[in-house]
């Protein structure tokens, strides 16, 4: 069940966190990997402890040309690409009457523009092969805003208007388009927080805990699975019950 065996897959944000386990749970499916990053130092790492059916392209997402490169360059790596991951994040937080135009547009194109151009390219294959698997990695912050915070949740709520769109004109041709909301994930930007902080972010979550990236990770690999193949336009929020959606 959930076999990716010979399926080949794009990954961004292979670097992070969250994007390392999910390479290494769709890896241990069967998956044929091109983990994308800004820090091929962990790229390198990680390629290395998977092994056989790993390889990574260094491109920063700011940049349209690394965007255009990466889409060739890993089509060229495998031929094609089945499932795309659109898993690439950044933060540039202020308060919104303080944020600078460059805050605003940073977060905005990578999290948003990154995400629609590369889809956009990578997209065009799975249309003549009549197959494919799309899925972006949103944020809970993209359904209650958060303080600090507006260019990040703008981006990430505009993600599911997105997903619903392309699903609608992908749907018949086998071709599905999904999106996964974390909730707060235990990871090295949370393990920044202080005791105080925590605990009042764990007063609001049910489960009474911190997700782990495996939790993302596992959702990541039945959305590329041809289980999911009649699941398109669907959010999962992966978030501990802290928001019932």
Same mark, same amino acid.
């Given at each position: 069940m959930f076999s990716l065996k010979d399926k080949n897959v794009l990954l961004t944000g292979g670097s992070g966190g969250i994007g390392q386990e999910?390479?290494?749970?769709?890896?241990?499916?069967?998956?044929?990997?091109?983990?994308?990053?800004?820090?091929?130092? *962990?790229?390198?790492?990680? +390629?290395?402890?998977?092994?056989?059916? @790993?390889?990574?392209?260094?491109?920063?997402?700011?940049?349209?040309?690394d965007i255009d490169h990466l889409s060739l360059k890993a089509e060229e790596i495998l031929g094609h690409i089945d499932i795309l991951i659109n898993n690439a994040g950044i933060t540039a937080d202020n308060l919104f009457i303080r944020m600078k135009d460059e805050e605003w547009d940073k977060v905005l194109n990578v999290n948003l523009g990154a995400n629609v151009r590369l889809t956009k390219n990578i997209i065009k294959g799975m249309l003549k092969r009549r197959f494919g698997r799309i899925i972006f @990695?949103? +944020?809970i912050?993209?359904?209650?805003?958060?303080?600090?915070?507006?260019?990040?949740?703008? +981006?990430?709520?505009?993600?599911?208007?997105?997903?619903? +769109?392309?699903?609608?004109?992908?749907?018949?041709?086998?071709?599905?388009?999904?999106?996964?909301?974390?909730?707060?994930?235990?990871?090295?930007?949370?393990? *920044?927080?202080?005791?105080?902080?925590? *605990? @009042?972010?764990l007063d609001k979550i049910p489960i009474s805990r911190?997700?782990?990236?495996?939790d993302i990770a596992a959702a990541c690999v039945y959305l590329a699975s041809d289980e999911a193949s009649y699941?398109?336009?669907t959010t999962i929020h992966v978030n501990g019950g802290m928001g019932m959606f």
């Open positions: 999910i390479a290494r749970m769709l890896h241990k499916q069967g998956a044929n990997i091109i983990l994308s990053g800004t820090n091929e130092e *962990k790229l390198i790492e990680l +390629s290395s402890i998977l092994g056989d059916r @790993v390889n990574y392209i260094v491109a920063n997402l700011e940049k349209r040309e @990695v949103s +944020s912050i993209g359904y209650t805003g958060n303080v600090g915070q507006s260019n990040y949740a703008c +981006s990430k709520s505009a993600l599911s208007g997105f997903t619903k +769109s392309i699903s609608l004109e992908i749907a018949n041709r086998g071709i599905t388009c999904n999106l996964i909301a974390p909730g707060f994930i235990k990871t090295p930007m949370t393990e *920044k927080l202080n005791e105080n902080q925590q *605990k @009042v972010i911190l997700g782990i990236p495996e699941i398109t336009g």
